[in-house]
């Protein structure tokens, strides 16, 4: 008897084991996807800016990595996950505090992944948040003043409302619900974008006396191949946020992120075709971008139908919401606001309209409390610091710099010969 009980505890612990490093292999694979994503992110922001702007858009695509991953370590990671439940801010420390032995390991997170995982998967979160503003800014704004926004944006603003859900704070005790970050993640970014795009004001000659002069990316095949690139690690981005090699439900969220893709492509060229008549490239593209940013909210508990619907819609709010944005004389030349911050509050809503997460007025009102709280915080931290960057450093460059273009003048060097 004593015998068959120890067997049957090793055979136990040896399907733990095996659970475990199934779970941990799937987090790593899903952390390189995700960080696959910064190259589509610099794809098709380097395709939608003009050719004398491209070295220039790469490197902040690059520097924002960079320092995404180092202040996430120095500072984020514990300022996001204190380990204190349902507060509106608690830091843990700085740097990184690895449990010893099992419980850095096989003990940490119900054995679902490793201390160390789970730091570099929401590290590469983190990170995307910057890129997001990279693009709405581009083209005119200056380097240095962009690269110190970004270190105080991913160091601070990010991790707080990440804390709020995420960390177990007050929006997660409050029954707010965000799967992977259609708010936390991209409206956050949005938000940014949006802040520092009104205070740098449009591109020279985009708004005329005569209307809106387009001003179009020189390479949309880089565009195209970025969101290619994009799709790819979205599947990462929110299989990986099952936080387990679950293959019921990492597969569920594999689906219902490709068919809001796909619905957001359709969504976008109908109403573009509709309201300008023509089968507008870079719409598609950013269509199949806000049915993803749509969908990532809710990916885990939507139906097959419900994410077709999400998708659909938030393609067809992109050509409305340029529209808005440019009537508004808001200058993104890659669509971030329209993308990220308009459809990921779509996807937010979308929870409590088609998630099995409770259909309901409570779980409406918790949605909309989360995404007000977060965009208020997150707009005015955003503009504050641009804010201030202004009036010291100075945020745009000059109108001799912005015509011969930020390669020449910013790194003296030039993407094309």
């Known amino acids: 008897m004593e015998e068959s009980l120890i067997i049957a505890r090793e055979a136990l612990a040896a399907a733990n084991e095996a659970k475990y490093i199934a779970n941990n292999t799937w987090m790593l694979v899903a952390t390189v996807l995700v960080f696959m994503m910064h190259l589509g992110f610099a794809t098709l922001e380097s395709g939608f800016v003009q050719k004398k702007n491209v070295v220039n858009i790469l490197f902040k695509n690059v520097m924002i990595v960079s320092i995404g991953l180092l202040s996430y370590y120095l500072v984020g990671f514990n300022l996001m996950y204190p380990g204190v439940e349902g507060g509106v801010f608690a830091f843990g420390g700085f740097g990184l505090s690895l449990p010893e032995g099992s419980a850095g390991l096989i003990d940490y997170a119900d054995g679902r992944y490793a201390y160390y995982t789970d730091f570099i998967f929401q590290g590469m979160f983190a990170a995307t948040c910057c890129t997001i503003v990279s693009g709405a800014v581009a083209e005119r704004i200056k380097l240095i003043p962009f690269l110190v926004f970004s270190l105080f944006f991913v160091t601070f603003a990010y991790p707080i409302t990440g804390y709020w859900k995420w960390g177990q704070g007050w929006l997660d005790a409050l029954g707010f619900y965000d799967f992977a970050g259609s708010t936390l993640v991209h409206s956050v970014g949005g938000w940014g974008a949006l802040a520092g795009a009104i205070l740098l004001g449009p591109r020279i000659g985009k708004y005329t006396n005569k209307g809106i002069k387009a001003i179009p990316g020189h ?150 409390i989360g995404i007000v709280a977060i965009g208020a915080f997150t707009f005015s931290f955003a503009f504050i610091l641009f804010y201030l960057i202004k009036i010291s450093l100075g945020l745009r460059v000059g109108r001799h710099e912005e015509v011969k273009g930020l390669d020449r003048e910013e790194h003296q060097a030039m993407a094309y010969t």
């Open 219 to 368: 390479s949309m095949p880089m565009a195209t191949i970025g969101v290619f690139l994009l799709w790819f690690g979205w599947f990462g981005f929110n299989g990986g946020s099952v936080l387990s090699a679950d293959p019921g439900l990492v597969s569920l969220v594999f689906v219902t992120t490709s068919l809001a893709a796909a619905a957001g492509c359709i969504g976008s060229i109908i109403v573009s075709k509709v309201m300008f008549n023509s089968f507008d490239l870079s719409m598609a593209l950013n269509g199949i971008l806000g049915g993803l940013v749509g969908i990532t909210a809710s990916a885990d508990g939507v139906s097959i139908w419900g994410a077709l619907v999400i998708g659909l819609i938030a393609g067809g709010i992109i050509p409305v919401s340029v529209t808005i944005f440019d009537k508004l004389k808001i200058d993104d030349p890659v669509g971030a606001t329209s993308v990220h911050l308009v459809c990921g509050i779509w996807g937010t809503l979308a929870v409590a309209l088609f998630g099995n997460y409770g259909q309901d007025i409570g779980t409406l009102k918790a949605q909309l």
